[in-house]
């Protein structure tokens, strides 16, 4: 009896507390529901005749709920963080950057790195210099085998006794000979500068090209070949390697084999142009700068350009007018090549009077007559001793632009260096040269009688008669 009488009385309890949570929810949601729920409704009996205290009723539940509202408003206000501007917000990530560990580590690192540079820059280039010449060395003992080798080819060779004295004056005893070919052989004269010649072993000679271009790639690879002041083997080897390269692009340039009637004048250029590249020093020799090998490179685009000249001028293979004209303008860019190139060869310190004389007759060729007579001029003072040859040629550009009086004085200079120092072993003497018709076709205004040309007089007032009895 006892226990049922407890457990009756526990559910009876439980379910009180029920009804009171209920009710107080109830009680308390009502404030908050909308009004419309109730406005619409018609009032029962028992509403109409208490109106009045329900209106009171609810007007205080009306307030009661507004000021809910507000006081919720508020709230919400308080709790609710302003809204971040985008200045504010970089400004925050900026901050986080900045407090960030990992960016200031990496910052030190670096900061170390810097500072370690800095001080031991010298020794780590000089490790690395060191480790590369240690393998350098070795190339340079191949550049200097490879080209003695180059230097005795052709050594005992019956081709190069074949053009000896009557090409260069003095023989062409092997490939290096030609090193100096374009020096010498145009110092001496214009004509025939190129030379015919059957080289046999030609695979040889291509096997060697190819091992003088390993060599110079690996020199040009080399931390010295940018240095000011290298070290004296790697000069020898970069002057050897140069002498190598200038060679084979005289050979290439002035060399026609097999009879043909072309040079190859792309190897010519190639061969030439790694050779300035090489940036040689300027030694005690001429043949050791990029000076000359301009002067090589722009005398074998001139005399090539020349002899297109002649070709279009002559026209023996009875060209038509397009071919020929064709020929012309060919003739004609490889001459103001060769001009170029020859100015730039005197910038770099390669003054010497055959490069004067080339550039002079390039010029007279192409029209530039007046700046020919200058430069002949220049050849001329350079020369030692002064070369009447040079003397004569200007006096044929001045009377080529009718300035008889200055063409005169240019031949007197040439008869009186004649007259004092006699003929030459070349055998020429200007008196002989300006009576020929063909050899002194510009002075033909004093043979003819030209009015003005007859009365010209030179600088010590000599006529052209008295001149050239």
Not at 15 to 38: H, M, T
Not at 114 to 138: A, P
Not at 205 to 222: C, F, G, M, P, T
Not at 315 to 322: F, I, T, V
Request: charged residues 25%; glycine residues 6%.
């Amino acid at each position: 009896m006892t226990n049922r009488a407890s457990a009756h009385g526990n559910r009876a309890l439980i379910g009180a507390a029920r009804l009171l949570i209920w009710l107080f929810l109830v009680l308390s949601a009502a404030p908050f529901l909308p009004a419309q729920l109730y406005a619409d409704r018609p009032p029962t009996a028992a509403a109409s005749a208490s109106a009045e205290p329900s209106d009171n009723s609810a007007a205080s539940a009306a307030t009661l709920q507004d000021q809910l509202r507000a006081t919720l408003r508020s709230l919400s206000a308080a709790l609710t963080p302003p809204a971040e501007s985008e200045r504010d917000y970089r400004r925050k990530r900026f901050d986080d950057l900045f407090s960030s560990p990992a960016l200031w580590i990496t910052a030190i690192i670096f900061l170390l790195l810097v500072v370690f540079w800095i001080i031991y820059r010298k020794e780590l280039r000089d490790l690395v210099g060191n480790l590369q010449t240690l393998k350098i060395g070795e190339y340079l003992e191949l550049a200097r085998v490879t080209v003695e080798e180059m230097r005795s080819f052709g050594e005992d060779d019956p081709e190069f006794e074949n053009p000896a004295h009557q090409v260069v004056g003095a023989p062409l005893e092997n490939f290096f000979s030609f090193l100096r070919y374009p020096e010498i052989k145009l110092a001496d004269s214009l004509e025939s500068p190129f030379i015919a010649m059957n080289w046999p072993p030609l695979p040889l000679l291509r096997n060697l090209e190819a091992a003088l271009s390993i060599q110079v790639d690996r020199l040009k690879a080399s931390p010295h070949f940018r240095e000011d002041h290298p070290p004296n083997d790697f000069n020898e080897a970069r002057k050897r390697l140069f002498r190598a390269l200038v060679s084979l692009g005289n050979y290439y340039g002035f060399v026609k084999r097999d009879g043909t009637e072309r040079i190859d004048l792309e190897s010519a250029q190639y061969f030439l142009r790694r050779a300035i590249a090489l940036r040689p020093e300027a030694g005690e020799k001429v043949q050791l700068t990029v000076g000359y090998a301009q002067f090589c490179l722009g005398a074998i685009n001139g005399m090539l350009g020349i002899e297109l000249l002649e070709q279009a001028q002559q026209n023996p293979q009875n060209l038509a007018a397009p071919a020929l004209a064709a020929l012309r303008g060919r003739g004609q860019d490889l001459a103001l090549a060769g001009i170029d190139l020859l100015e730039r060869a005197s910038t770099n310190g390669y003054r010497v009077p055959s490069q004067y004389h080339v550039k002079a007759y390039l010029l007279y060729c192409v029209g530039r007559i007046e700046d020919a007579a200058e430069a002949w001029l220049e050849a001329a003072t350079l020369a030692r001793p002064p070369s009447a040859k040079m003397y004569y040629n200007r006096a044929c550009a001045l009377a080529r632009l009718a300035r008889y009086a200055d063409s005169l004085t240019a031949l007197e200079q040439a008869v009186e260096l004649v007259r004092t120092r006699g003929v030459g072993a070349d055998g020429f003497d200007p008196r002989t040269a300006a009576r020929d018709p063909l050899e002194g076709a510009e002075f033909e205004p004093f043979r003819a009688g030209d009015a003005n040309a007859v009365n010209a007089r030179s600088a010590h007032n000599r006529s052209f008669a008295e001149l050239i009895p």
